[in-house]
């Protein structure tokens, strides 16, 4: 009932409160300038794997836990990456872009990034045991872009339009509600998942932790190296360090059959937002103290 229920609709309204705060000329002018997108992309869908790997060799995971690692980095940007960017006075709607190109590519790419680890790892597999980017639930995975963050961005955005429907002392209303279920989510997905977390800190926690937070910090130093502003460093950086846990999560299981392989992704669940708070908490401060982010 939580995971099918609860957190669906608690992100699709987090992401109708984004739309309140958005306009078309956003989404333009993301597209319009395709340095940050591309960027952002290429540090999230091509190097992130590459950094897990490299942590977990260097940590000495076991190969089923470096493979669920590698899997969850494979995985596509996480959707709460744009409500997280909108509170840091990031571009929301370059996050929100990356998240919905990302999520389309990942039908091609986790595939292609799991087949070679399991490569490898194991010398040669037989047919049978190679991932085809046709086991990737493809419908599945664009209604769910589609119902949880799409259509509530879209519907926000109409509601701006006409400004008299909500005003925006409404519009507040509705972003203090949509943090309180932000908030929601992280306890419910730890309560939820807490002996799977609890079991599995031991031998990943440093990994996911370490993987967090050099997935931001690089997104961040590769942004400041490409010439971007503040706004797409910010959206670039939380992006890299948000990932779709519950994909990962859904592979391990679903896919794979292998529980013991979605141990990182739901570790990660946990410690990519306490992460994400800490980085949120310390660009607000930045920002009071009128110092600049690279």
């Not at 992401?15 to 290429?42: E, I, N």
């Not at 590459?50 to 942590?55: D, F, Y």
């Not at 990034?113 to 790892?121: E, H, R, S």
């Not at 993987?211 to 706004?231: D, E």
């Amino acid at each position: 009932m939580i995971d099918t229920l609860f957190l669906p609709l608690a992100l699709a309204f987090i992401m109708f409160s984004l739309g309140l705060s958005l306009r078309v000329a956003d989404f333009r002018a993301v597209l319009g300038d395709w340095r940050a997108l591309g960027v952002g992309l290429v540090a999230q869908v091509f190097l992130l794997p590459l950094v897990a790997l490299a942590i977990g060799l260097g940590l000495g995971l076991s190969p089923t836990m470096l493979l669920g690692l590698v899997i969850l980095a494979a995985c596509p940007g996480g959707v709460s990456s744009a409500f997280l960017t909108h509170l840091a006075r990031g571009n929301t709607a370059l996050s929100l872009v990356m998240t919905t190109i990302s999520s389309l590519l990942a039908a091609l790419t986790l595939p292609l990034v799991i087949n070679l680890l399991m490569l490898w790892q194991a010398g040669d597999l037989p047919a049978g045991a190679l991932f085809r980017p046709g086991d990737m639930p493809l419908g599945k995975l664009l209604a769910g872009v589609l119902l949880v963050t799409t259509l509530p961005v879209v519907v926000g955005m109409l509601l701006r339009l006409r400004a008299g429907l909500i005003g925006e002392r409404g519009e507040a209303w509705v972003s203090r509600l949509a943090t309180g279920f932000f908030i929601a989510i992280v306890v419910v997905t730890f309560i939820s998942h807490r002996q799977t977390i609890v079991a599995g800190l031991p031998e990943v926690g440093a990994a996911t932790v370490l993987l967090n937070v050099v997935a931001m910090l690089g997104g961040a130093l590769l942004a400041w190296a490409a010439g971007l502003a503040r706004r797409e460093t910010i959206a670039i950086s939380l992006e890299c360090g948000l990932q779709n846990a519950g994909m990962g999560i859904f592979v391990a299981i679903s896919l794979f059959r292998q529980a013991e392989l979605a141990v990182p992704s739901v570790v990660y669940a946990l410690t990519m937002n306490l992460g994400a708070l800490a980085f949120l908490y310390f660009v607000r401060r930045q920002r009071a103290g009128g110092l600049a982010l690279p």
